[in-house]
């Protein structure tokens, strides 16, 4: 199973972007979906998260600025992040809990995509 996400880049304060998360491989369901980020020197976070049937919950943060869903037939999740602030500059990674196999085996286990960079210049 892996993780792609995109979506990262510059953008002045008070602009928008929209990150996804993509996942691929052998894959029976995915339960829970999040979006976490890292500034240097920070301990990663959480930023958003959504279950299996769209309920979700956000770092207070980002509330109200930041919208996060999922499009269960893709395998992909989004993150939505408005009204930007310098202080949202960081590495985002998504990360989904999913049911896969290989064979006659069956793994339920937490996967991270790669780090996409969110730089918001003042």
């Known amino acids: 199973v892996q993780l792609q996400a995109s979506g990262g880049g510059l953008v002045q304060t008070g602009g928008s972007l929209r990150l996804s998360c993509a996942a691929s491989g052998r894959i029976f369901s995915i339960h829970d979906m999040a979006w976490y980020r890292q500034a240097p020197g920070k301990q990663r976070e959480l930023v958003a998260a959504?279950?299996?049937?769209?309920?979700?919950n956000y770092a207070g943060s980002v509330k109200g600025r930041f919208t996060i869903s999922r499009d269960n037939a893709k395998d992909t999740v989004f993150l939505q992040m408005n009204r930007l602030k310098p202080e949202d500059t960081a590495a985002y990674y998504c990360?989904?809990?999913?049911?896969?196999?290989?064979?006659?085996?069956?793994?339920?286990?937490?996967?991270w995509g790669q780090g996409t960079q969110v730089t918001v210049s003042s």
């Open positions: 990360n989904a809990r999913v049911v896969s196999g290989r064979g006659t085996s069956v793994f339920d286990n937490h996967y």
């Open positions: 959504i279950t299996s049937d769209g309920s979700t």
